[in-house]
């Protein structure tokens, strides 16, 4: 079964300060994994994307990196503000279908 | 520009009524798209693939009675929550490929 584990669960950031989230998957065949960024009551909205071939990459201060071999991906945040405070989830889809394999998310909150 | 629009944002029901929620794609024509439900602090989780001219595809679980998709253009669906009750109360999504993953602005459902 396709699988994406995302941790912390949740973690909290002074404000101007970094962090790194994590996420491990066992989607196969990889086609790519996408960052998403989600506020309260709002839907998902991309970060970033990457395929087999990329090892990173950023969207002002956020800065992807992906390992294929481990299958594994993060996502560091430079520079906190407490906009950034929401919920990023991992998303890995299968180069077999459409599908979308979806992480639990980490839930981040900035304070000042 | 915002891709996929949904509608409406927030729904307050009775239980025992019917919900719709309108998914548009805003500047393309979408043969596919899907219908996500995410409950608090959880993951998305596929609900359904909603196809263009044809019947939607539900996923295990789903009660395909109970959510009614219609998607009869190439840029609308629709997703109709029959006979609503207070555990139906969650957070709705749709969502198209393009070919990335862009997500409406959600739906919350509260049944009382």
């Known amino acids: 079964k396709n699988q994406v584990e995302q941790s912390p669960q949740s973690l909290i950031i002074l404000e101007g300060k970094n962090c790194t989230l994590q996420c491990n998957y066992t989607v196969s065949p990889f086609s790519n994994l996408r960052w998403y960024k989600q506020d309260t009551g709002r839907g998902p909205v991309s970060l970033t994307i990457m395929t087999f071939s990329e090892n990173t990459k950023s969207n002002g201060r956020y800065t992807a990196t992906l390992d294929a071999d481990t299958k594994q991906s993060s996502l560091h945040i430079t520079a906190s503000q407490l906009s950034d405070s929401a919920s990023y989830i991992c998303?890995?889809?299968?180069?077999?279908?459409?599908?979308?394999?979806f992480g639990a998310g980490t839930t981040v909150t900035v304070r000042a | 520009g915002a891709v996929v629009s949904q509608h409406p944002s927030r729904v307050i029901c009775k239980s025992g009524t019917s919900v719709k929620i309108e998914c548009r794609s805003l500047d393309f024509q979408a043969t596919t798209m899907f219908w996500y439900r995410q409950f608090p602090k959880q993951s998305l989780m596929l609900m359904a693939t909603?196809?263009?001219?044809?019947?939607?595809?539900?996923e295990q679980g789903v009660e395909k009675d109970k959510f009614l998709i219609n998607h009869a253009s190439l840029t609308l669906s629709t997703l109709t929550v029959t006979s609503a009750h207070p555990e139906d109360s969650s957070f709705y999504i749709c969502?198209?490929?393009?070919?990335?993953?862009?997500f409406g602005q959600g739906t919350r459902l509260t049944v009382v």
């Open positions: 998303v890995v889809s299968s180069a077999n279908d459409y599908k979308l394999s």
């Open positions: 969502s198209v490929l393009r070919p990335e993953a862009f």
């Open positions: 909603s196809n263009e001219g044809s019947k939607a595809t539900y």
